[in-house]
């Protein structure tokens, strides 16, 4: 929520110092950790394989949040993000709907990964692995959130 701050305190908002900050603080960052703790999943997944609490299934989970943000941030680079720089119009209504609810699914993921990962808590016994795992994880939740927000409550309504 941090990152959400820096930009609210940036004011007066405009789509030309937003967006930057938008595709430097969480698109490149996404980008970035989220292949990194699908790499540390698959890890934790074989080394404690026989582990209880082990978070069997978490790398393909990541795997898939990665490929549909990906494809959700391209959309936003490629479509959104010039049309709304450009002014908005033309297809920014249908585009910025769309974000919306490609948002909601991406929220329903956290809540996912956060079970998944016992509310980001490793067991008492965990590596370091592990434990750098489940706050990476929370990590990204927290990013994803603050991410959405920003978008959902102040670039978007720049255009309603």
Known sequence: M????????????????????ILETYHATH?????ELSRLARKV???HATHAAAPHGLADFLDAVLIELEEH????EQVLFPTLLSGGGGCAPFAMRRMR???EGHARQLEELKARTNGFTPPEDACGSWRALYAGC?????DL????ELENTILFPMFE
């Open 138 to 142: 929370a990590k990204l939740h927290d």
């Open 45 to 47: 997944e074989k080394v």
């Open 101 to 103: 609810l490609e948002h």
């Open 2 to 21: 941090e990152q959400t701050m820096i930009a609210r305190n940036a004011e007066p908002y405009t789509p030309q110092t937003l967006i930057p900050f």
């Open 31 to 35: 980008r970035r950790e989220l292949p």
């Open 73 to 76: 941030m391209s959309k936003e």
């Open 145 to 148: 959130c603050a991410h959405i």
